[in-house]
């Protein structure tokens, strides 16, 4: 079991430029969720799929972030326009099931808007 | 070898018992720990944070930190069924300052 996978490990992007962060939770896993994390704010929660279908996104900052979950192998978060903001560390979890079952976090996207 | 570990994996206690969960790290030069409940379907809610060594408390929840023994518990008193979660450990290590995160403990309170 290679746990959740997420790629890049590193981006680095150019302010205004669009950048997309993949996520492979673990097989078997109907729970998929994106956080955000930074020093500042520690983890922030982006949104939420279950069974591929989106659940809860009211973490998703309204204009410029999407996700998709087009198969339940991967989903992308997508960043427009990127700002240097948005530097952070972005966590993708899965879980198995149900809500009080342990999160199976990636090593996390480190994105870097210059 | 994982950074951040947990223990135990699972706990269950009675309403009313305090509750202790442990946290041991990989860094003692660390001095960014949080204590996170996924208590809900999104909810990843922070309990404690904790910035240097000695005790933290928040209502009913108290962090202790001790870096020379690579160690931070939370302790959880008068624990309530509303409680019943999984609880993170959060370390910030290295020169980048990554938070690093436990595998969490499923803590269970029965009435």
């Known amino acids: 079991n290679a746990g959740v996978i997420q790629t890049p490990r590193h981006k680095v992007t150019g302010k205004g430029q669009e950048a997309t962060l993949w996520c492979e939770p673990i097989?078997?896993?109907?729970?998929v969720f994106w956080y955000r994390q930074t020093i500042v704010q520690g983890l922030e929660f982006l949104t939420y799929?279950?069974?591929?279908?989106?659940?809860?996104d009211s973490g998703m900052p309204k204009e410029r972030f999407s996700a998709q979950m087009p198969n339940q192998s991967h989903s992308t978060l997508k960043i427009q326009s990127t700002q240097p903001q948005d530097s952070a560390v972005y966590l993708c979890?899965?879980?198995?099931?149900?809500?009080?079952?342990?999160?199976?976090f990636g090593h996390g996207t480190k994105l870097s808007v210059l | 070898q994982q950074k951040v570990q947990q223990s135990p994996e699972s706990l269950t206690v009675s309403e009313g018992a305090m509750a202790s969960l442990n946290c041991t790290f990989s860094?003692?030069?660390?001095?960014?720990f949080r204590w996170y409940r996924q208590h809900s379907a999104k909810g990843l809610e922070v309990l404690v944070s904790?910035?240097?060594?000695g005790e933290k408390e928040e209502g009913r929840f108290t962090a202790h930190l001790n870096r020379a023994n690579l160690h931070v518990s939370l302790h959880i008193r008068e624990p309530q069924p509303s409680d019943s979660a999984v609880y993170l450990c959060?370390?910030?290590?290295?020169?980048?300052?990554?938070?690093?995160f436990g595998d969490g403990t499923q803590l269970v309170v029965k009435p």
């Open positions: 979890a899965s879980r198995q099931g149900m809500a009080n079952e342990r999160l199976f």
């Open positions: 097989s078997g896993h109907s729970a």
């Open positions: 799929f279950r069974n591929q279908a989106p659940i809860d």
């Open positions: 860094d003692g030069t660390s001095n960014n």
């Open positions: 904790i910035f240097s060594d």
């Open positions: 959060a370390v910030s290590m290295g020169s980048n300052n990554r938070i690093f």
